[in-house]
């Protein structure tokens, strides 16, 4: 009645003997179950300034940004992730139509991303995870599920990387490497056309990664320079790697194999962030960015 009908939320609850409240509240579920779906055909952006203002100043050859993430009334992590994951998946729609092969890290933000991706045709990409990842309940960030949720949105093939994303020491990182095949399956993601990522913060890690490692990696990275990671490849404010010994047992593509994908997509927002974000666009260890208005306007701020 509302969308077909024109009626107004107000008009509908008086028709139904219901509040108007409860209403909206049914409106915005049938959004969300599928029932109701809205297409814009426009090519207007809301941000189109800010967007610009951050391409121009970071040399990135394509931004998009969201609404602020942190004011939403409902905000919490899934909400934020779901509103950040709208404007990512039209940002990941774009590149993976361009794309051959794809290597994928895990992230909320990219996970969200992928699941607003709207099915398209593009049976010839390849996709593949940027790590390893973890074993037990599916969570949605684990890379494995992501690379085949994309194939599933895509058609395209996608490649796993049976292994943790931290090797417990040097010689169960070897094993892994050699004996169950990651070298390999990371070889060919070295020579993908497209980089998707999320980036993390130094002091707020991912469950994934303090799942797998000691209290006292824990303690190396609080110590040392990091500001985020992606993929539990950690960094400063420079962009530059962090080779202790933890960066030594991740079973993943490193930075500088990151930094030779001609295309790389980092998707992360909030305040929160910004600092990462500002490392990695600022260094160019990405050039293209998703992120959120708060986290935009911040980072164009402090580059003044």
Same mark, same amino acid.
């Given at each position: 009645m509302h969308f077909e009908n024109g009626l107004t939320h107000q008009e509908i609850a008086t028709l139904f003997n219901?509040?108007?409240v409860k209403v909206t509240r049914l409106l915005a579920e049938a959004r969300q179950a599928g029932i109701v779906e809205i297409r814009v055909h426009s090519d207007e952006r809301p941000f189109f300034e800010v967007e610009k203002a951050l391409a121009d100043h970071f040399a990135l050859k394509g931004v998009w940004v969201s609404p602020p993430i942190e004011t939403n009334i409902n905000s919490d992590h899934s909400v934020d992730n779901r509103l950040l994951g709208v404007t990512g998946a039209e940002a990941m729609q774009m590149m993976l139509r361009r794309a051959k092969r794809?290597?994928?890290g895990f992230s909320a933000a990219v996970s969200a991303s992928a699941g607003s991706l709207q099915e398209f045709a593009a049976p010839e990409l390849e996709i593949?995870?940027?790590?390893g990842?973890?074993?037990?309940?599916? /969570?949605? /960030?684990?890379?494995?599920?992501?690379?085949t949720s994309v194939a599933r949105a895509t058609g395209g093939q996608s490649f796993q990387l049976p292994a943790p994303l931290i090797a417990a020491d040097s010689r169960v990182y070897e094993a892994l490497m050699n004996?169950?095949?990651?070298?390999a399956v990371l070889e060919e993601a070295a020579q993908a056309d497209l980089l998707i990522v999320g980036v993390g913060v130094a002091h707020d890690v991912a469950p994934v990664f303090?799942?797998?490692v000691s209290q006292s990696d824990l303690e190396e990275i609080a110590h040392s320079a990091a500001v985020g990671d992606i993929s539990a490849r950690f960094f400063d404010a420079k962009g530059h790697a962090l080779t202790e010994d933890l960066d030594r047992r991740v079973v993943g593509l490193?930075?500088?194999?990151?930094?030779r994908i001609p295309n790389r997509m980092a998707i992360a927002g909030g305040l929160?962030?910004?600092e990462a974000v500002r490392a990695v666009v600022s260094s160019g260890l990405v050039n293209y960015l998703v992120t959120d208005l708060a986290c935009a306007e911040d980072l164009i701020k402090g580059s003044e």
């Open positions: 219901l509040s108007r794809v290597v994928m593949f995870p940027l790590a990842g973890r074993a037990g309940r599916a /969570s949605g /960030s684990n890379p494995q599920e992501l690379v004996r169950a095949g990651c070298a303090r799942q797998q490193t930075l500088d194999e990151m930094r929160a962030k910004v």
